[in-house]
């Protein structure tokens, strides 16, 4: 059975020795990984006691990293405190982005812009 806690149960978990978090609805006790977070101590603990899914998602960790969370689960969110899990990709990762003709211009117009002014310039300058 998993262990289920409120969302006032782990707001008193916010200390750097006793530190929960909430990312989609799970609770993880990150107490002992502080030390060792490739981004730092500061940004769990700036999260400790909190949902933190938002800032997680928009950072766009590896599934390395995910894989590497599931150690530290402590349990869930109480159903009633739940809230809806959007489904997130980050925004470098679009499916089929990379292989469009947009996905091609963004990647290239501006190294291309700035190759034809700097010709223009040489150019205009020692021709």
Do not use: K
Request: proline share 4%; net charge negative; glycine share 8%.
């Amino acid at each position: 059975m998993t262990t289920e806690f409120t969302r006032e149960q782990v707001a008193a978990h916010s200390q750097p020795g006793d530190a929960f978090i909430i990312i989609d609805n799970v609770v993880y006790d990150v107490t002992a990984f502080l030390d060792d977070h490739p981004g730092g101590a500061e940004v769990l603990m700036d999260n400790a006691g909190r949902d933190a899914s938002d800032c997680f998602h928009d950072i766009g960790h590896s599934q390395d990293a995910r894989d590497w969370m599931l150690q530290f689960r402590a349990g869930e969110v109480a159903a009633a405190e739940r809230r809806e899990v959007r489904v997130r990709s980050a925004a470098w990762a679009e499916p089929g982005e990379g292989d469009s003709l947009r996905g091609l211009l963004a990647a290239w117009a501006p190294p291309l812009a700035l190759s034809a002014l700097a010709a223009l310039l040489y150019l205009y300058l020692f021709g």
